[in-house]
């Protein structure tokens, strides 16, 4: 009897394991329907006769992105809202350009893995892993290196260099979505409690409302 309820318990730790994974396409592409007001998880598809080459590509990436802004980067995402036709694919990738010490502040992909590459400058990165170790692995790298970024761990990007520096980061989803920890914590709409901040950060109220404010 031990050994039945075993196996079941099996069977349902791998069935919901099987839900918990994307599902693998069952056609050669599923390019997504920009028109279609059918909400679904994920994005519809349009009809295959209809699909043009341009579906599947972008163009711009060569371009610099605008970094004159407070964290001194800016994100140039490819993702399925960009090419529809990486809809249901699992991949995406962005360009990321970074100002003399500028920084990708600290955020999370809560849907994906990420790997990056550096295109030019020096980049410090980092992560660190969840509770209660909160390890911090950090490394600098040069033009040419990569470094993995796990699923929805807190992780950023600073220039070291006195020059420009330019990343493209690789992302195993068609939507990684994106939480940057101090929009998150303090520009939420509306507020976290002043009071919930202050005891979670051990900061003044006044601190608080300051730190809110340029969110």
């Known amino acids: 009897m031990a050994s039945r309820f075993l196996l079941l318990g099996l069977l349902a730790l791998s069935f919901t394991a099987a839900l918990a994974s994307d599902h693998s396409p069952l056609q050669d592409f599923c390019v997504s329907d920009t ?3 059918v909400v679904v998880n994920g994005l519809t598809c349009k009809d295959p006769k209809t699909v043009q080459a341009n579906d599947f590509s972008a163009s711009g990436l060569d371009m610099a992105g605008n970094t ?3 964290v001194g980067s800016k994100v140039t995402p490819l993702t399925a809202a960009q090419i529809p036709g990486l809809n249901t694919l699992g991949i995406s990738l962005a360009r990321i350009d970074y100002a003399p010490w500028g920084i990708n502040p ?3 992909h809560p849907r994906a893995s ?3 590459l550096v295109l030019e400058g020096s980049l410090e990165v980092g992560f660190v892993t969840s509770n209660p170790e909160n390890r911090h692995i950090t490394k600098v790298l040069q033009k040419g290196d990569v470094f993995v970024f796990p ?3 807190i992780h950023y990007q600073k220039n070291v260099g ?3 520096a330019i990343a493209i980061a690789t992302l195993s989803s068609q939507n990684p979505g994106v939480i940057t920890i101090a929009n998150a ?3 939420s ?3 976290i409690a002043s009071d919930i901040l202050v005891k979670a950060f051990q900061l003044d109220k006044n601190v608080v409302t300051n730190i809110q404010s340029k969110f």
Do not use: A, R
């Open 189 to 191: 709409k509306p507020d």
């Open 35 to 37: 028109n279609s007001k």
């Open 185 to 187: 914590v303090f520009g």
């Open 106 to 108: 600290p955020h999370t």
């Open 151 to 153: 699923v929805n761990l």
């Open 114 to 116: 990420e790997i990056l």
């Open 68 to 70: 004159s802004n407070p």
């Open 162 to 164: 006195n020059g420009n």
